[in-house]
């Protein structure tokens, strides 16, 4: 008990007559430009694993509190 041809015939003819068929082909140009764009930055899509850069803790961060040394007078 699925959906038949005649079902979705009918239901394909209603969407269209309530939509209106501009919509729908601007709604599928839409669509299609979604899954190029999305091909297209799955290719070019870098491989390589981001750098982490070990010294970067070393440096002093603005703002940051920094222990320094008092002198006893």
């Known amino acids: 008990m699925g959906i ?3 079902h979705l015939i009918i239901v394909l003819v209603i969407v269209i007559l309530v939509f209106g068929t501009k919509k729908i082909r601007g709604i599928g140009g839409d669509v299609g430009g979604w899954i190029s764009d999305f091909r297209k930055a799955i ?4 491989d390589d694993p981001p750098v982490v850069d070990i010294n970067a803790a070393k440096h002093v961060i603005d703002g940051e509190v920094v222990k320094s040394e008092q002198k006893n007078v």
Request: charged content about 30%; cysteine-free.
């Open 4 to 6: 038949s041809l005649p």
């Open 43 to 46: 290719k070019d899509g870098n």
